[in-house]
């Protein structure tokens, strides 16, 4: 939350070079409060898991929430049982003419697809380009992130060799962006993808902003200067188990896949992973919400 203090006090520009946000007393009295709305479009197949690690990740803030759960009308999921979708999950229909502060697109299992050929493509586009008029502050995350990026800016994804997979240590280039706020010089996140968009591409669109890369992992974290777009391209809310349980899910089907990096003690499977990479994964989230909360208007209509 803001730091409230008055608008004379000597340590309030030091305060506001280091991007730590303040209030003038004036300020936070005229202030009209109200929960942040929120929607989390959820491309996954395992949406039950996928919305626990996500809400998890948005509950370490003492701001109000109000979640709403979309998923496509285009393509069904058939790894929850329909009665979770029809009693939780909306359709684009149902919701297109409401305002969002802020709206999560999570990743998807098609990256071998072209975007094109992707069954809800165009439902997505459509979802997109509403985003841009409905939402103040969307936050995409791995596929979602390389399907935003490809949408908006151009951005194309390109085939790894091997899959990238395992936990990998990145470094903070944009220290004074708020979405950066209290990261460690370096920090750890997980990757799980097959498929990269690269650094050059994305530094080559003026309106995008490079915060996070790893040796590597490649691009991290990159969002528009007004922040109003964010694009992380590993998967920080991910569980302490989650690649572990990746990993043996190939095993067991005799697909090709090598032990995550940097992940199991020893990269011995039969050890548990340490989870090395929460902290980050709240402040990262905790950052957009703050950041949402202080530039989003009172009326979304104002949008």
């Known amino acids: ?54 809400l998890r ?8 929430l109000e979640l709403d759960l979309l998923q496509t009308s285009s393509y069904k999921a058939t790894h929850v049982p329909e009665e979770h979708l029809l009693d939780f999950y909306m359709t684009f229909d149902e919701i297109e003419h409401l305002r969002y502060d802020g709206m999560i697109i999570t990743g998807a299992p ?5 975007f094109k050929k992707v069954a809800y493509w165009k439902e997505l586009c459509r979802i997109m380009d509403w985003s841009r008029e409905n939402v103040f502050s969307t936050l995409h995350i791995c596929w979602g992130a390389q399907a935003g990026l490809y949408h908006h800016y151009g951005v194309k994804k390109y085939p790894l060799e091997a899959k990238k997979f395992g936990i990998f240590e990145h470094t903070v280039v944009a220290p004074n962006s708020p979405l950066m706020r209290g990261f460690d010089a370096k920090f750890l996140a997980p990757h799980s993808r097959h498929t990269e968009v690269r650094i050059e591409d994305v530094a080559r669109v003026p309106s995008l902003e490079i915060l996070a890369t790893g040796e590597k992992s ?6 528009t200067r007004d922040r109003r777009q964010l694009f992380v391209t590993g998967h920080c809310e991910y569980d302490a188990d989650t690649l572990s349980r990746e990993y043996f899910r190939d095993v067991d089907k005799g697909l090709p896949i090598a032990v995550p990096e940097n992940y199991f003690p020893n990269d011995d499977p039969s050890l548990e992973p340490p989870l090395t990479w929460r902290a980050h994964a709240m402040l990262l989230y905790s950052n957009w919400l703050n950041d949402v909360y202080q530039q989003t208007p009172y009326d979304l209509n104002d949008l």
Request: aromatic fraction near 2%.
């Open 1 to 54: 939350m803001p730091i409230k203090v008055a608008a004379d006090l000597p340590a309030l520009k030091n305060l506001e070079r280091e991007n730590i946000f303040v209030m003038h007393a004036r300020r936070a009295e005229e202030q009209d409060i109200r929960p942040l709305r929120l929607l989390l479009l959820n491309l996954m197949p395992t949406k039950l898991e996928t919305e626990t690690q996500i």
């Open 57 to 64: 990740c948005l509950s370490n803030t003492p701001l109000q």
């Open 110 to 114: 098609v990256e071998h697809l072209e």
């Open 218 to 223: 490649g691009l991290y974290i990159a969002a």
